[in-house]
């Protein structure tokens, strides 16, 4: 697969497309603690480096741009400005794909839509089935949160399953926020996956990226690799 890892994102060469999913603006607002992550600072920081790093055309949300439900935090509209000014200002355009939180999704000035195509490639949140016509050699969704123990260290991580879902390749990414804990996928059998594009958790290969050391590490399917653990 012809893509570039870093930061619980992937850049698509062949499409010039960054992708990450799962930002859940307003999740610091939300979270039950005494001190503020900082979030805006966080997500908007890591955008602007990732934006350093490919310099691509386009920047996709792939779902859950938003964390609440029903209300917008104090906080969250300057949060989405900042993204949306970071990627203008990059030269990129942005497009986000509605999750199964973005129900407020329309109160804000970004261009909105259920799945989006750049190249071969459809990029959706994968909450749900993509449209059956869809003609697709990639898939790449959010939404699980994926994330893998190894020697008692949780990473989050990318899944990558080849010809995973009607013949298409699938790509999962971890959330892209820093306070979410990840789904950690080393037992988890394909029922256990909230998304349906995911039809044989076995066959799924963990990708970790370790930015500290700049490598990408790419493991055996699941299915393999959990007995190795």
Do not use: Q
């Amino acid at each position: 697969m012809n893509a570039r890892y870093r930061d619980r994102a992937v850049y698509l060469p062949d499409a010039d497309a960054l992708v990450v999913a799962d930002v859940h603006v307003g999740r610091d607002a939300a979270s039950a603690v005494e001190i503020p992550f900082g979030e805006r600072a966080d997500l908007t920081g890591r955008l602007a480096d990732l934006l350093d790093a490919f310099a691509p055309g386009d920047v996709v949300v792939a779902g859950d741009l938003l964390h609440a439900f029903d209300r917008i935090p104090d906080g969250v509209a300057e949060t989405v400005d900042g993204l949306a000014a970071a990627v203008a200002d990059a030269g990129a355009d942005l497009t986000v794909v509605r999750g199964n939180h973005d129900r407020l999704l329309d109160s804000f000035d970004v261009a909105a839509t259920d799945a989006y195509r750049v190249a071969d490639t459809v990029i959706c949140h994968g909450h749900e089935r993509p449209d059956p016509h869809a003609d697709a050699d990639r898939y790449v969704v959010g939404h699980d949160h994926p994330a893998i123990e190894i020697e008692g260290k949780r990473r989050p991580c990318l899944l990558y399953g080849p010809g995973a879902f009607r013949g298409a390749d699938v790509l999962v990414l971890p959330a892209f926020t820093r306070l979410a804990p990840g789904s950690t996928v080393n037992g988890m059998r394909t029922g256990d996956f909230m998304s349906p594009l995911v039809t044989d958790a076995d066959a799924l290969r963990p990708v970790v990226r370790d930015d500290d050391r700049g490598e990408t590490l790419e493991f055996p399917p699941l299915g393999e690799f959990r007995r190795l653990l």
